[in-house]
């Protein structure tokens, strides 16, 4: 079996203690400052809704609890589409990975706010067709960190407890600098993340200080929650303005508030990659499998190479 590639002028990683951010423990449902990971039982409130947990109940997983699942099916009742569109973003995930592995040659992939492992993981893709494919899995929520580590860590694969919002902590984790090689085309991945980080957040910084570490040649995925109102036959375009407000509203109840943003909004984050074909579009329509059974709506998705 293939052994995880190590670069040898890094030490070794030691056990750490990680230290939440002011700006994370803002939003994070969270009662302690400090916490080792395999104890996230402490650093949970499982009375209040998680946006992670909440999607993973939408794709039909378990790692959720009845909070979660009683926002989550408010949001179903509010816009019946929902599961419907959960599965398109992950559908947009799997593609804009294989296209990643399988036609632009990249080997190496960071996830930021990977959220709770489900079917079709981004190692589970690229592995499959690149064995030596290495991924990171990044995200701040204790739970998900430790169910990352319990079911998806292996040779070339590793979840780490840091959050995006914080760039410099992720890209100078030891076990990041340990696994991935900066001197290399990396695919940085922002899948259904960025529409909870708000303006005040600075989001276009945090998305450029990632940019700016990563060598010419790399990659960026993004999938973006809009208010954009798509033409679909099956309903009006009022009827999806005010469901998409409704939902919004839903997730204000949450740990993380959701920012639906428009396409020229989610475009700026790609300021310094080339957009590649089609664009940025719904996420239904990026290289879609099977064009002739989409609806589009709910997501912008598109894929960028650094210039």
Known sequence: ??????????????????????????????????????????K??????????????????????????????????????????????RAFLRRAVRFLTREAGIRQFIDLGSGLPTQGNVHQIAQAIAPDARVVY??????????????????????????LREPDVVLGHPEVRELIDFDQPIALLLVAILHFLPDEEGPLGIVAR?????????????????????????????????????????YQQTTAFMVTRIRAQVERFFDGFDLLDPGLVEIQLWRPDDPNSILPGGFY???????
């Open 210 to 250: 990632f940019r700016d570490a990563l060598p010419t040649g790399s990659y960026l995925a993004i999938s973006h929650a809009t208010r954009d109102i798509p033409v679909r036959p099956d309903m009006s375009a009022e009827a999806m303005a005010e469901m998409g407000a409704r939902v919004e509203r839903l």
């Open 301 to 307: 998705g598109g894929v960028g190479r650094k210039r």
């Open 44 to 89: 949970i409130n499982t009375s209040v809704p998680n946006p992670a947990r909440i999607y993973d109940y939408l794709l039909g997983g378990k790692d959720n609890y009845p909070a979660d699942r009683q926002v989550a099916e408010q949001v179903v009742a509010i816009a019946p589409v929902a599961r419907e569109v959960v599965g398109d973003n």
């Open 138 to 163: 990044v995200d701040n929520d204790a739970m998900v960190v430790t169910h990352g580590r319990a079911l998806l860590a292996g040779d070339n694969t590793l979840a780490i407890k840091a959050d």
């Open 1 to 42: 079996m293939a052994r995880r590639r190590r670069r040898p002028q890094v030490p070794p990683p030691q056990p750490i203690t990680i230290k939440e951010s002011s700006t994370a423990a803002s939003h994070a449902d969270t009662t302690e400052d400090t916490v080792a990971d395999y104890d996230w039982t402490t």
